[in-house]
């Protein structure tokens, strides 16, 4: 049974620095991985999706890294910022499930 | 862009009535879900649906069911509500065409039941 898992749970880094956030999954046969944001209260955001055959994504201050092999994918974040502040998951899609991390709880410190 | 709404951000109900959370998406996706979310469970699947009228079981349907009638709108159904069931629940969508199953969130419906 697949099972997805982000750690750290919570994370506080000062405003500026380059940040790494991780995601790790038990079986590498997925069809693609979805990072997202969340607010608090609010609904999930979409950061970036990283089909199978894809290395990484790129989206602004946001790069996604894959590497199924060793069930492993990053999201970093350059330069960060307040407005970072949120929770960040990850989910992997396989077949016909979607499989959700619990999350990274991200404080930037102003 | 893509855009899921749902009917309420807030809810209140009382044990035992029945409660309706609607969700349409604007982009002809064929796939729809709907989640819970709970501190410290994370997102669990409930229902989703590949096609109208059509519906499958996720992780946790105890308590619920759905309708689809139409593509674009896919509704949960709390036949009878329980203290339990207060929780936040978030509806996506997606295609399996080009953009590979990317799922897309509606606001979420924060519901608590007194």
């Known amino acids: 049974k697949q099972e997805v898992t982000q750690i750290p749970a919570a994370l506080s880094v000062p405003e500026g620095e380059n940040l790494v956030l991780n995601c790790s999954f038990t079986?590498?046969?997925?069809?693609?991985l979805q990072w997202f944001r969340q607010d608090p209260g609010k609904g999930l955001t979409s950061l970036l999706l990283?089909?199978?055959?894809?290395r990484e994504q790129t989206s602004g201050r946001l790069n996604a890294s894959l590497d199924k092999s060793s069930g492993r994918s990053t999201l970093y974040i350059a330069a960060s910022q307040p407005g970072d502040s949120a929770t960040y998951l990850c989910?992997?899609?396989?077949?016909?499930?979607?499989?959700f991390g619990k999350g990274t709880r991200l404080h930037i410190l102003p | 862009d893509v855009k899921v709404t749902q009917s309420s951000r807030y809810l209140v109900k009382r044990t035992g009535e029945k409660v309706f959370l609607e969700c349409v998406q604007d982009?002809?996706?064929?796939?729809m879900f709907w989640y819970r979310q709970d501190p410290g469970l994370g997102l669990r699947l409930i229902y989703f649906?590949?096609?109208?009228?059509?519906?499958e079981k996720g992780d946790i349907p105890e308590g619920y069911s759905v309708s689809r009638e139409k593509k674009e709108r896919f509704s949960l159904i709390l036949e009878s509500a329980s203290t339990n069931q207060t929780s936040m629940y978030l509806c996506?969508?997606?295609?399996?065409?080009?953009?590979?199953?990317?799922?897309?969130f509606g606001p979420g419906t924060r519901l608590t039941v007194t």
């Open positions: 996506a969508s997606s295609s399996s065409g080009t953009s590979g199953y990317e799922q897309y």
């Open positions: 079986d590498s046969a997925i069809y693609n």
């Open positions: 990283i089909q199978s055959s894809q």
């Open positions: 989910a992997v899609v396989e077949d016909d499930k979607i499989i």
């Open positions: 982009m002809d996706h064929e796939n």
């Open positions: 649906s590949y096609d109208v009228k059509m519906k």
